[in-house]
């Protein structure tokens, strides 16, 4: 296993525009996050899943906003009619669920989409 | 909710030692994650303390007090490498075990 995977790497798009990003987390872990980054900042929560069931999803992540992972595996981070404020970095990290209290399950991030809006 | 501080910006000189705070408020604390991310880059793990104490990993060492809801980073013999931010982040069972960062703290090394 190469780690987490995130495409594309970058993206440019023009404002109004929907735009998609996919993460392939490691295989054996059923959690998955997407966080959203800007420029002197940490990540910033969005959403997470546990298996396919989306359990939370910040306020923060208006409705034009949408994320899946219909099989449990890689997931989509869809923004439809985007705007210059959605420029950022998107970070997808997975981990696996902490079976235990004691037990350390750090999260793996991915490189990143890095999103423009013109 | 959950809140997390810690300072924005910290210098410091090759060699040398450096303590970063971090602070934070939770309810239902199950741990606490310290990052390293270079610029560009993701983040990457560093330590993990969820008891009281000290945990050290070679140069690194992370510092927990719940009842303070304190920790800090040490970095110890400082390189030129280390230069990156440092990211605190909390996991919180509340809500199905959900971790959430802190904004960072740039540590600029120095000759």
């Known amino acids: 296993d190469t780690g987490v995977s995130q495409n594309p790497r970058h993206k440019i798009t023009k404002r109004g525009q929907n735009v998609t990003f996919r993460c392939d987390p490691i295989?054996?872990?059923?959690?998955l996050y997407w966080y959203r980054q800007t420029l002197g900042q940490g990540p910033e929560f969005l959403t997470y899943?546990?298996?396919?069931?989306?359990?939370?999803k910040s306020r923060l992540l208006s409705d034009r906003f949408s994320a899946e992972r219909p099989k449990g595996s890689f997931s989509t981070l869809e923004i439809q009619r985007t705007e210059q404020g959605d420029s950022a970095m998107y970070l997808c990290?997975?981990?696996?669920?902490?079976?235990?209290?004691?037990?350390?399950?750090?999260?793996?991030f991915g490189q990143g989409t890095r999103l423009t809006v013109v | 909710g959950q809140n997390i501080d810690q300072p924005t910006e910290m210098t410091a000189t090759e060699g040398a030692i450096v303590q970063i705070n971090c602070t934070y408020q939770?309810?239902?604390?199950?741990?606490l994650f310290w990052y390293q991310q270079h610029a560009g880059e993701a983040p990457t793990f560093l330590s993990y303390?969820?008891?009281?104490g000290l945990e050290e990993k070679g140069r690194f060492s992370s510092f927990l007090s719940r009842s303070k809801g304190y920790s800090y980073l040490l970095l110890k013999e400082l390189q030129m490498k280390d230069s990156a931010s440092y990211l605190c982040?909390?996991?919180?069972?509340?809500?199905?075990?959900?971790?959430?960062f802190g904004a960072g703290t740039r540590l600029f090394v120095k000759a």
């Open positions: 939770t309810s239902g604390f199950n741990g």
């Open positions: 303390n969820v008891l009281d």
């Open positions: 295989s054996e872990h059923n959690r």
């Open positions: 990290a997975s981990s696996s669920y902490p079976q235990g209290r004691m037990r350390n399950t750090e999260a793996f």
């Open positions: 899943f546990q298996n396919e069931a989306q359990l939370e």
């Open positions: 982040a909390v996991r919180s069972n509340t809500g199905g075990f959900k971790t959430i």
